[in-house]
């Protein structure tokens, strides 16, 4: 059971390297290709370089939610305008992403959680959303046939997306525009003159552009740390399974404490921990320690601890974190973070699954896989300008909401690289946060 797409497939998008950009962006998530996208749109000259594979790690493996509920009261904003912005973009791109709306439920299993869904319900009605609270026989019948949960939080009007296709048919379209996109191509480093970006180094060959976005996911870090960018980002492993098909028992998405479980097109459900990740210890992680230790208070019973990261990850203790820049990189050691998924998790699944639905008992799986979610001690992400390093700006830990919020964080850094206003207060997601003395604090996101 092989991931779709993986860095030993050819590679699909190999543009010419231009000498010069009016921005170049690294990296070939959601986050990069929306912004990508969006600065196209505006008639901007761009490169976005991919060290392996467009969408090869955390946007093709996430669990395809595309969701307002639950989300940071900062973040929320952004992701009812990237919920605008889902509903045309199939008919924009051309392609049938996956995208559905048929809903979003966090099942209850105690009056605990249904407390704490209650106190999000202000900040869904701030922002116009059709969030409400279930009763015990609401859930029975939307769910029909499943385990008896007490109630839920549910927003019909949040979605679904198909991951491994919806980022690379969008990067297709951004092509076929005339935007430029190479995967294979690392980025090595920046191009510094005069204390100012002037481009970057990458294995192909150096681009000149006064404007840089570092949108790495997981590997952001690694790069901003070689040119003195000091921010505390580590990642974690979650495992996640795909069934085959199944008779629908719900069309949208729903997670209570140890079971998320979502529609596919294809007819099958994929399965994730709702309460299970892995975290690898390496450098970073002692590093940063002090800044995790709210979230690790917060989130410890959820968290098993590794003892080493496996070699060649970014936080790995063989990994360098300096290095040439006309030779080889880190990025290019490992052009996909493919991680193996926790087989013993993924059986458990298919045993909550089982639990909650007896009807269909155990269900025969297509794939499992895993991905590292990068996050930060706050788990909103860093987007905004690097002071010190004028023309590059930062998009990065997005905390495993990436895919759904992408289009809208898109928007939002393009505007933010072309000097514009971003149409939203981006005070919580500022990099200095980590150097100003702030105390740090969880959000009421759920």
């Known amino acids: ?124 009605q701030a922002h116009g959303l059709d969030t409400r609270l279930l009763s015990r026989a609401e859930v029975a019948a939307l769910v029909p046939h499943a385990a008896d949960w007490i109630g839920g939080l549910w927003t019909a009007s949040d979605a679904r997306a198909e991951p491994w296709v919806a980022v690379p048919a969008i990067a297709a379209a951004l092509a076929a525009k005339g935007a430029v996109i190479r995967e294979d191509c690392a980025v090595r480093a920046l191009d510094i003159a005069g204390g100012k970006v002037a481009g970057v180094v990458t294995e192909a060959g150096r681009i000149r552009a006064d404007r840089v976005v570092l949108a790495g996911g997981a590997w952001s870090s690694l790069l901003a740390r070689a040119h003195g960018v000091r921010f505390p980002q580590l990642s974690v492993r979650s495992s996640v399974a795909a069934t085959m098909p199944l008779p629908e028992v719900f069309a949208g998405a729903a997670v209570d404490g140890t079971l998320a479980f979502r529609r596919r097109l294809d007819g099958g459900y994929t399965l994730a921990p709702g309460d299970f990740h892995e975290f690898f210890i390496g450098p970073d992680a002692f590093r940063h320690f002090r800044a995790y230790l709210p979230q690790i208070r917060q989130d410890i019973s959820a968290t098993r601890f590794r003892p080493v990261a496996p070699s060649g990850y970014p936080d790995a203790w063989g990994t360098p974190r300096r290095w040439d820049a006309d030779g080889i990189s880190p990025f290019e050691r490992m052009r996909v973070l493919d991680p193996a998924p926790n087989r013993a998790e993924i059986e458990r699944l298919r045993g909550r699954f089982a639990a909650a639905f007896p009807a269909l008992g155990a269900p025969e799986l297509r794939l499992a896989w895993a991905g590292m979610i990068d996050t930060m001690p706050d788990v909103v992400p860093v987007l905004d300008h690097v002071a010190a390093l004028p023309g590059l700006t930062i998009a990065t830990g997005m905390a495993g909401h990436g895919f759904g919020i992408g289009p809208g964080m898109g928007r939002v850094v393009a505007d933010l690289v072309e000097g514009r206003a971003p149409g939203h207060d981006l005070t919580r997601f500022r990099l200095s946060r980590f150097s100003d003395g702030s105390t740090l604090e969880l959000g009421p996101g759920l």
Not at 91 to 97: F, H, N, P, S
């Open 1 to 124: 059971m092989t991931f779709p797409i993986r860095a030993d497939l050819a590679a699909r998008f190999t543009g010419a390297l231009p000498e010069a950009a009016d921005v170049v962006v690294i990296g070939g998530g959601v986050i990069g290709v929306m912004t990508a996208w969006f600065l196209a749109r505006a008639g901007v000259r761009v490169v976005l370089c991919e060290k392996g594979r467009i969408a090869g790690e955390q946007s093709s493996r996430n669990w395809g939610w595309v969701r307002q509920q639950g989300r940071d009261p900062a973040e929320l904003p952004i992701m009812v305008e990237a919920m605008s912005i889902w509903k045309g973009l199939g008919a924009e791109v051309g392609a049938d992403l996956g995208f559905r709306q048929t809903g979003v439920l966090y099942l209850q299993n105690s009056e605990a959680d249904r407390a704490r869904h209650e106190g999000w319900l202000p900040h869904a």
